[in-house]
């Protein structure tokens, strides 16, 4: 059974950072596709970062030079590091991966992927 387990949230003033990790359990992880997805109240969820098997990479461009996602595959864990927060960038940020191996690193959700518990972020103004 696949785990994915977010942890790193938190608040964090306007022009602040915060790292974010996902650590996953229940497969190889090095075979699969690893991403970051946000959702803010009221808000449909939208992808934010992922990166591939070979360790491709594509972030959304509301976050491109300030977001960087990096996995280490000896850990089980995906990264997100977060630099000059934005009050917009608030939301629930969940870890997720699809249930197929060897994707490309931007994917739209779909029934089989998994999803971690979501964690927190708050950017004060």
């Known amino acids: 059974q696949v785990h994915l387990v977010e942890s790193g949230g938190g608040l964090v003033q306007t022009g602040g950072s915060l790292r974010l990790s996902c650590a996953a359990s229940?497969?190889?992880?090095?075979?699969?596709?690893m991403g970051w997805f946000r959702q803010a109240p009221g808000s449909e969820r939208e992808f934010v970062a992922g990166?591939?098997?070979?360790?491709?990479?594509a972030h959304a461009d509301s976050v491109k030079g300030r977001f960087t996602i990096s996995r280490d595959n000896a850990k089980n864990t995906v990264y997100l590091q977060m630099n000059t927060l934005k009050p917009e960038d608030t939301a629930v940020y969940y870890c997720?991966?699809?249930?197929?191996?060897?994707?490309?690193?931007?994917?739209?959700?779909?029934?089989?992927?998994?999803w971690g518990q979501g964690t927190q972020v708050t950017v004060s103004s």
């Open positions: 997720a991966s699809p249930e197929a191996k060897f994707t490309y690193p931007k994917w739209a959700p779909r029934a089989g992927d998994y």
């Open positions: 229940g497969r190889t992880f090095s075979n699969y596709t």
């Open positions: 990166i591939s098997f070979n360790g491709r990479s």
